[in-house]
T-cell receptor, first 112, second 112 residues
């Protein structure tokens, strides 16, 4: 058990819809990272937050947004969903960017 | 050219064999990670290293900074080692946080 909790585990929705994925980091971890793993693109970094502030952006689409709340949990919002957004979305956390990251079990998003 | 490249893509071994997975990266990483992803999808961080060698049980990770190369070795391999092994580099920037860039992964199958 990594200590990182992601909900929901599975999400099935339709094109055009909006969903919110939630992540609770390990106790004491200030950094939260979001990653997308699709069949054709592998694992890709989306965005990083540190203590409530956005610190780094990767290949995150404009239709996607994220935030980290004062209690350090984070949410990834995906809107105007397309078939290609079907993927596993992972959250990871670390004490700071120079420390190992601990991964949640992921949210499997299926767009029908 | 990807910033992180792994080889081989697929590896099949017999139980008990010594296994090596290789990773090459471009200049500028602050740390190199080895991750393990099981068929269920969960990701476990095995090692994070910036120099030298680390060992955990039957797993050994090494990094050569001059050659920008890392290896993951598994001694006395076992069928339960069957998984995808992913190499990732951390790029840290003071003004833009840190991000992980992933290799494409090595699918390891260990037969009894």
């Amino acid at each position: 058990d990594s200590g990182v909790t992601q909900t929901p585990k599975h999400l099935i929705t339709a094109t055009g819809q909006r969903v919110t994925l939630r992540c609770s980091p390990r106790s004491g971890d200030l950094s939260v990272y979001w990653y997308q793993q699709s069949l054709d693109q592998g694992l890709q970094f989306l965005i990083q937050y540190y203590n409530g502030e956005e610190r780094a952006k990767g290949n995150i689409l404009e239709r996607f947004s994220a935030q980290q709340f004062p209690d350090l949990h984070s949410e990834l919002n995906l809107s105007s969903l397309e078939l290609g957004d079907s993927a596993l979305y992972f959250c990871a956390s670390s004490v700071d960017p120079d420390q190992p990251q601990h991964f949640g079990d992921g949210t499997r998003l299926s767009i029908l | 050219k990807n910033e992180v490249e792994q080889s081989p893509q697929n590896l099949t071994a017999q139980e008990g064999e010594f296994i090596t997975i290789n990773c090459s990266y471009s200049v500028g990483i602050s740390a190199l990670h080895w991750l393990q992803q099981h068929p269920g999808g969960g990701i476990v961080s095995l090692f994070m290293l910036s120099s030298g060698k680390k060992k955990h049980g039957r797993l050994i990770a090494t990094i050569n900074i001059q050659e920008k190369h890392s290896s993951l070795h598994i001694t006395a391999s076992h069928p339960r080692d069957s998984a995808v092994y992913i190499c990732a580099g951390t790029w840290v920037r003071e003004t833009s946080g840190s991000r992980l860039t992933f290799g494409e992964g090595t699918q390891l199958t260990v037969n009894p």
